[in-house]
């Protein structure tokens, strides 16, 4: 039996957070709110080139130190992936690789897609909310 999406994601909070973390020198920030078919909620995803570490549990620190302390509501659940993971890398040819030089769009307007695999991970539903050079 398909489960219902009845709440979807806060991207008020996700850009808050991508925010907080470009204030602590977390550069290019690829973030999405993805909801995936084994979980039962909306995950932040989030990759960049600061977080790409040999052992994700460290990028997983590293973010929740960052964040620790800084909102009044409880944060997602987070996903950090590194950017040459096959779901990174299959987001930026699928979404952003035949964008006209200079093409921006703007932060705070989300893109949305679902129903797709990217890597090997199967999307029911995703908002784009960051990703550097396009997202401003």
């Known amino acids: 039996m398909d489960q219902a999406t009845l709440v979807?994601?806060?991207?008020?909070?996700?850009?808050?957070?991508v925010s907080v973390l470009e204030g602590a020198q977390i550069k290019k920030i690829i973030a999405l709110f993805a909801l995936f078919p084994e979980y039962s909620d909306w995950r932040l995803v989030l990759s960049s080139p600061s977080l790409d570490q040999n052992h994700s549990l460290k990028a997983g620190r590293k973010v929740h130190e960052i964040l620790q302390g800084k909102f009044d509501y409880g944060l997602p659940t987070l996903m950090i992936l590194p950017t040459k993971d096959s779901f990174i890398r299959?987001?930026?040819v699928k979404f952003f690789s035949n964008l006209k030089p200079g093409s921006s769009i703007k932060r705070g307007k989300p893109i949305w897609f679902g129903g797709q695999t990217l890597g090997k991970?199967?999307?029911t539903d995703a908002?784009?909310?960051?990703?550097?050079?396009v997202i401003v």
């Open 8 to 17: 979807g994601p806060d991207l008020n909070a996700g850009l808050e957070i």
């Open 90 to 92: 299959d987001l930026r």
């Open 127 to 133: 908002f784009i909310i960051s990703f550097p050079g």
């Open 121 to 123: 991970r199967y999307v």
